[in-house]
C-alpha cells in the first residue's frame, strides 16, 4: 500500500518535472487544451506559475485523497470478510456485495430465507447449501461485522467522490487557461465606457496600443 502510494506521487512529480519539455513539443495545443490533460499545464506554458500550482497541488491533494479512502476501503473490507469466515461460519469465495450486506442484517441464512419467504419475495432467497450458508456464533461479532461492512462502503463512496473532484479539478483548470489566454491575446485592447449626466448617454472608447 505504501509503496503504491509514492508510485503515484512520484509518477504525478515526474509528470510535472516534464512539463517543459512537453511544451515545446506541444506548441500547437492551446492552453486550455493542456489544462484539460493535466491541470496547471497551460497556467505554466502561459508562465503563470502561480496559478499553476496552486492546480498541481489540488491534483496531488485530490489523488491522495482519493487513494487514501480506496485502500482504507479495501482493508476494512478484506477485514470484515475474514472475520465473517471465522465468526459466521461461512464460505467467502464467489459473493457479491449484496451477500455481505445480508449477513450483517441477518443471524443466519435461515432467518433471512423465512422473511423473505414470508414476504412472498421468493425470487431473492439463497439456496440453502455450503456455498451460501452462515450462522453468526453471536449478535455482538455480527454488530461488530455490520459496522465494518458500512465503514468500508463509506469509504468506498468518498474516493468516488474523489473521482469527481478530479473532473471538476481538471474543468475548472481549463476554463482558467483558456481566460488567462484570451487576457493575453486582448493584452493591448480597453475598452472605456464613460456617462454623460448632462446629456444623459453613455460613450465608450476602445484603445489599440501598439
Known amino acids: ?47 503563470q506559475k502561480k496559478r499553476a500550482k496552486i492546480f498541481y497541488y489540488s491534483e496531488a491533494s485530490i489523488l491522495l485523497f482519493f487513494l487514501y479512502s480506496k485502500t482504507y476501503s479495501n482493508i476494512l473490507r478484506k477485514n470484515y470478510i475474514a472475520f465473517a469466515a471465522n465468526h459466521a461460519n461461512l464460505n467467502p ?46 449478535e455482538s461479532n455480527q454488530k461488530f461485522f455490520e459496522n465494518k461492512r458500512i465503514k468500508s462502503d463509506q469509504y468506498s463512496l468518498i474516493a468516488k467522490f474523489g473521482i469527481g473532484f478530479l473532473v471538476l479539478n481538471h474543468v475548472l483548470s481549463m476554463i482558467d487557461a483558456f481566460y488567462l489566454d ?26 489599440i496600443n501598439f
Open 182 to 207: 484570451k487576457l493575453k491575446k486582448n493584452e493591448n485592447l480597453s475598452l472605456d465606457v464613460t456617462y454623460n449626466d448632462f446629456l444623459k448617454t453613455h460613450s465608450y472608447r476602445l484603445k
Open 1 to 47: 500500500m505504501f509503496f503504491k502510494k509514492n508510485k503515484i506521487i512520484l509518477l504525478f512529480a515526474l509528470k510535472i518535472s516534464l512539463l517543459p519539455c512537453q511544451d515545446s513539443t506541444a506548441s500547437g495545443i492551446s492552453p486550455g487544451v493542456k489544462s484539460l490533460i493535466f491541470p496547471g499545464w497551460g497556467q505554466a506554458s502561459l508562465l
Open 93 to 138: 469465495l464467489g459473493k457479491n456485495h449484496d451477500y455481505w450486506v445480508d449477513i450483517g442484517n441477518f443471524s443466519s441464512i435461515s432467518s433471512y430465507n423465512e422473511e423473505y419467504l414470508r414476504n412472498r419475495r421468493n425470487d431473492d432467497l439463497y439456496p440453502d447449501n455450503e456455498m451460501w450458508y452462515w450462522s453468526w456464533d453471536s
